[in-house]
């Protein structure tokens, strides 16, 4: 799924634990209740994408771009 166009993708309750997701856009997705353990998100566009009760424990985040409203969910989450 690495470089993959998700943009608006239904993945909510997905299992993707361990997904390769670099680089993809996932614009607009609704995540919720996503299982991302361990997920490669590296350099992946998820602004808008609705991350509530995703599981991005161990998840590579670096270079994600998210919003501002993201960024304090998972600050506030995982205590960052």
Do not use: P, V
Request: net charge negative.
């Amino acid at each position: 799924l690495s470089s993959a166009d998700l943009r608006g993708a239904d993945l909510s309750g997905a299992n993707l634990k361990g997904a390769d997701l670099s680089s993809a856009d996932l614009r607009g997705a609704d995540l919720e209740r996503a299982n991302l353990t361990g997920a490669d998100l590296r350099q992946a566009d998820l602004r808008g994408a609705n991350i509530r009760e995703t599981n991005l424990r161990e998840a590579n985040l670096r270079k994600t771009i998210l919003d501002e409203l993201q960024t304090s969910y998972l600050i506030s989450k995982y205590h960052l």
